[in-house]
């Protein structure tokens, strides 16, 4: 079993920055796959990043590339997503996902991953 517990969200205007930390606790050295999905009101689950961890691999949605970073710190069992950059459209619910699967399918569909946080509200405005 693993626990991800998110945090750093909060307000911040358009064009600041914010970063998000995900720690892991339990059976960590299994998760070789973890991600930050986004959810607003009204709207599917999506993928926002997603790191391998064996393969040093990272992954991004579209809409974030060139202003989102995903990185770990495995010594302390954190994953973090630094947003540079904010727009309006980046407000959602922000969740951490794991999974022990290195082929488990689509990233950045959620039902890919076993394991998910509470989440952490990112509010961005114009």
């Known amino acids: 079993q693993v626990q991800l517990v998110e945090s750093g969200g909060g307000s911040e205007q358009a064009g600041g920055s914010l970063r998000l930390s995900c720690a892991a606790f339990?059976?960590?050295?299994?998760?070789?796959?973890m991600a930050w999905f986004r959810q607003a009101p009204g709207k599917e689950r999506e993928g926002v990043a997603v790191?391998?961890?064996?393969?040093?691999?990272?992954y991004y949605a579209d809409s974030v590339k060139g202003r989102f970073t995903i990185s770990q710190d495995n010594a302390k069992n954190t994953l973090y997503l630094q947003m540079n950059n904010l727009k309006p459209e980046d407000t959602a619910m922000y969740y951490c996902?794991?999974?022990?699967?290195?082929?488990?399918?689509?990233?950045?569909?959620?039902?890919?991953?076993?394991?998910w946080g509470q989440g952490t509200q990112v509010t961005v405005s114009s």
């Open positions: 790191t391998y961890t064996p393969l040093g691999v990272n």
């Open positions: 339990g059976n960590t050295y299994s998760t070789v796959c």
């Open positions: 996902a794991a999974d022990y699967r290195l082929d488990g399918g689509m990233w950045y569909l959620p039902e890919r991953f076993t394991y």
